[in-house]
């Protein structure tokens, strides 16, 4: 995967979605991760002048690929890359990707992490420091199980965090940071890492601006979902330290669900 350095703009749009064109730096060719929605997608495009080559969609959620056909039709040229597993669910989809598949388009490389558990095709796109996580890692926090079971929401977070170096950036799908962090303060009270960051992110919030992208360091440090093996946190939930990981997580998503 290519190191070099890739610029990111975040564009928020409906109630709490991110979407994030991305290019090689300085260049006019950019990219889109999750265009839920076409007019701020081609509002930023135009703001900053690029020029939109891909869509690439983590997952068939209507408020992730809500704006895929619109932008087609407005950029005939543009590719939309998306899950191979299930292909009728990405509208206008041109590269179905298999399972961890990579590819380069706009001078960038990705590889396409198969992330079952929130929906059964998920994917995340990750490369040049960056790991667009779609609806599978929040910020201190993760999806719903929509068509997966805990263990595979489970596993697909730990590969999202293992496959990468913990500097790496994670740029995820919702504004759910701050209601996350609370959470993860009830279920690890002695952490002082999430209270750290509850307040960062609380500034960051009263100012307008987005919590997103935290990194996978920050996210192994504060994000319950990737602290099963916490003494606090099982002791918490009345879990000993011979509970797998996989059943802890999926009572935390439980509990987390009922929140
Ligand atoms: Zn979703």
């Keep these: 995967m290519g190191e070099s350095a890739i610029e990111v703009v975040i564009v928020p749009y409906a109630a709490d979605n991110y979407a994030y064109l991305a290019r090689r730096e300085s260049a006019r060719e950019a990219v889109v991760v999750d265009a839920g929605e076409a007019a701020p997608v081609l509002a930023a495009v135009d703001s900053f002048g690029l020029e939109l080559r891909?869509?690439?969609?983590?997952h068939h959620h209507g408020d992730h690929v809500g704006g895929n056909a619109e932008l087609r039709r407005a950029i005939p040229s543009l590719r939309v890359y998306g899950a191979a597993e299930t292909p009728a669910r990405v509208p206008g989809l041109t590269d179905p990707l298999p399972p961890d598949g990579r590819f380069e388009v706009a001078s960038m490389q990705f590889v396409a992490l198969a992330v079952p558990g929130h929906t059964r095709s998920g994917l995340a796109f990750a490369g040049h420091g960056w790991v667009f996580t779609g609806d599978?890692?929040?910020?201190a926090g993760c999806g719903r199980l929509f068509e997966g079971t805990a263990a595979e929401l489970h596993g697909s977070l730990r590969r999202m965090?293992?496959?990468?170096?913990s500097t790496t950036r994670a740029a995820f799908g919702h504004e759910y940071t701050m209601q996350n962090l609370r959470f993860a303060a009830r279920m690890e009270p002695g952490n002082l890492a999430i209270a750290a960051r509850a307040a960062r992110v609380a500034k960051l919030r009263a100012e307008g601006r987005p919590s997103t992208p935290s990194t996978l360091a920050e996210e192994l440090a504060t994000n319950p979902f990737l602290r099963t093996k916490s003494p606090e946190l099982r002791a918490r939930l009345g879990r000993?330290?011979?509970d797998a990981d996989a059943d802890v997580f999926g009572e935390l998503r439980a509990l987390?669900?009922?929140?």
């Design 240 to 242: 000993g330290e011979d």
């Design 256 to 259: 987390k669900d009922r929140s």
């Design 161 to 165: 965090v293992e496959s990468f170096p």
């Design 136 to 139: 599978t890692l929040f910020g």
């Design 54 to 58: 891909a869509v690439l969609s983590t």
